[in-house]
């Protein structure tokens, strides 16, 4: 079973930055490297949607249109987290942020029902 653990989340201004961060651990006989990691986030009355994604080495990302030339993902394997750095937030980044897991590591998957494991969420809030 692997748990996972947000945190970053905050109230930030229309055009600020914020960086999430996503501790993994209990990884049940295998390493948080094999796993993709990814970000996704739920506005309210919203289905759940894919923000970003990073292979088990950190070789291979993948973003959605949305968020792309302003969100980063990054991993730190040593430490079992992943970040995401935020960046030019507008009032429609405003949602509840997760973390997850998926165990085909090598692959970057963008779908809700791929991911294993799934964080509680962190809020994040842009005001204008």
């Known amino acids: 079973q692997v748990q996972l653990v947000e945190s970053g989340g905050g109230l930030v201004q229309v055009g600020g930055s914020l960086t999430l961060t996503c501790v993994g651990s209990?990884?049940?006989?295998?390493?948080?490297?094999?796993?993709?990691m990814a970000w996704f986030r739920q506005a309210p009355g919203q289905v759940r949607e894919f923000v970003a994604v990073?292979?088990?080495?950190?070789?291979?990302?993948n973003y959605a249109d949305s968020v792309k030339e302003r969100f980063t993902i990054s991993r730190d394997n040593a430490k079992n987290t992943v970040s995401l750095q935020m960046t030019s937030l507008k009032p429609e980044d405003t949602a509840v942020y997760f973390c997850?897991?998926?165990?085909?590591?090598?692959?970057?998957?963008?779908?809700?029902?791929?991911?294993?494991?799934w964080g509680q969420g962190t809020q994040v809030t842009v005001s204008s």
């Open positions: 209990g990884v049940s006989g295998r390493p948080f490297s094999t796993y993709a």
């Open positions: 997850a897991a998926d165990g085909d590591g090598i692959t970057v998957r963008t779908s809700v029902s791929d991911y294993q494991h």
């Open positions: 990073i292979s088990w080495g950190g070789g291979t990302t």
